[in-house]
């Protein structure tokens, strides 16, 4: 995504919503309201937009007969399976990709918030950056 679309800016706050290890090591962020974003936008559904994201990368990261026949058929072709098809988690990081920039454009855009893809950031956490200007 290009910077220009982004609201940061010098009139930007920015807030980082950290990795929850509670679990362990599994791919799963803080599901807390920050207390920057009150009056900004509703509470739930910020933390539903986490949940969701949540949701995803706990997908990502279950085992299944498929994912399992995914890497057998990986190792077999000495993983050059894996340069002609995308691996189940590469599809499911793409798919909270476009969950998070629709629901940019939805929901948060208009309340002068932007989200920025995890995986930007190494899946350390999740930028928020809120325009001062609205």
Known sequence: MEDTTRLTNEHSIKLFIQRDYTEGTTVKFQERFPPELQGKI?????????RHINSIYAEAE????KTFMENCCACLTGYLLLLCMPTHYEKCVKRAARYIS??????????????????????????VCISSSR
């Open 102 to 127: 629709e629901e940019n454009d939805r929901t948060l855009n208009p309340k002068g918030i932007f989200m920025i893809d995890p995986m930007e950031k190494g899946l350390r956490c999740i930028e």
């Open 62 to 65: 279950s085992l299944s007969c």
């Open 42 to 50: 509703d509470s739930s559904k910020f933390i539903d937009i986490i």
